[in-house]
């Protein structure tokens, strides 16, 4: 069982930065593949990022592609989300996400949620 708490949310104007944590409990962390993902009021949860569980390898959106970095530090058993240049199209509610195994894009392979953090992006 894994518990992830995000933090770090807020408001912006366009074109600033926001880091985003999200620490996890339990031993088994440095397993799992994680993912950061955002939903806004009536659309699908849709992927932003992923990390391996060494933190060797990670994907993008391409809507976020060049302006969010993910990174992980096992050892304080945390997962962040850099996210710069930011736009207000990036306003939602950003959640974290981890998987046994593999990371990925699908919200579907994903079995621990966090319960998400507002980011609010002004223009």
């Known amino acids: 069982q894994v518990q992830l708490v995000e933090s770090g949310g807020g408001l912006v104007q366009a074109g600033g930065s926001l880091r985003l944590s999200c620490a996890a409990s339990?031993?088994?962390?440095?397993?799992?593949?994680m993912g950061w993902f955002r939903q806004t009021p009536g659309k699908e949860r849709e992927f932003v990022t992923s990390?391996?569980?060494?933190?060797?390898?990670?994907l993008y959106a391409d809507s976020v592609k060049g302006r969010f970095t993910i990174s992980r530090d096992n050892a304080k058993n945390t997962v962040y989300l850099q996210m710069n240049s930011l736009k207000p199209e990036d306003t939602a509610v950003y959640y974290c996400a981890a998987r046994g195994g593999r990371f990925g894009p699908a919200v579907a392979g994903y079995d621990y949620w966090g319960q998400g953090t507002q980011v609010t992006v002004s223009s």
């Open positions: 339990g031993r088994t962390f440095s397993t799992y593949g």
């Open positions: 990390i391996s569980w060494s933190g060797g390898s990670t």
